[in-house]
């Protein structure tokens, strides 16, 4: 089993940036893959930002250009650089991690097993 707590999550204005973390423990696997997902209310959950163990990334069309997705292995920690952060970003931002290893990288929340709590990202216009 795995556990998933993520951090850096906070309220900023159009333009801002924030940068989340996210702190893997337990059974962790240095070869699966890792993800950030948001859900903004009324809406589904959406795939943001996905990377592999080799640094392979997967950025949705929405944040392109804008978010960073990064691992520290050794640390078992996962990053989610924000800028130029927009008002319909503001949602609860998921850590995902697959159990498996070396999977193809997509935006499917079936790829993804382990699932921490999330942090809120409200941004304000």
């Known amino acids: 089993q795995v556990q998933l707590q993520e951090s850096g999550g906070g309220s900023v204005q159009t333009g801002g940036s924030l940068r989340l973390s996210c702190a893997a423990s337990g059974d962790t696997n240095d070869s699966n893959n890792m993800g950030w997902w948001r859900q903004a209310p009324g809406k589904g959950r959406e795939g943001v930002a996905a990377i592999n163990a080799h640094g392979r990334t997967l950025y949705s069309d929405s944040v392109k250009g804008r978010f960073t997705i990064s691992r520290d292995i050794p640390k078992n920690t996962l990053y989610l650089q924000m800028n130029s952060l927009k008002p319909e970003d503001t949602a609860v931002y998921y850590c995902?991690?697959?159990?498996?290893?070396?999977?193809?990288?997509?935006?499917?929340?079936?790829?993804?097993?382990?699932w921490g709590q999330g942090t809120q990202v409200t941004v304000s216009s």
């Open positions: 995902a991690a697959d159990k498996y290893s070396n999977r193809p990288l997509q935006f499917a929340d079936w790829a993804f097993n382990y």
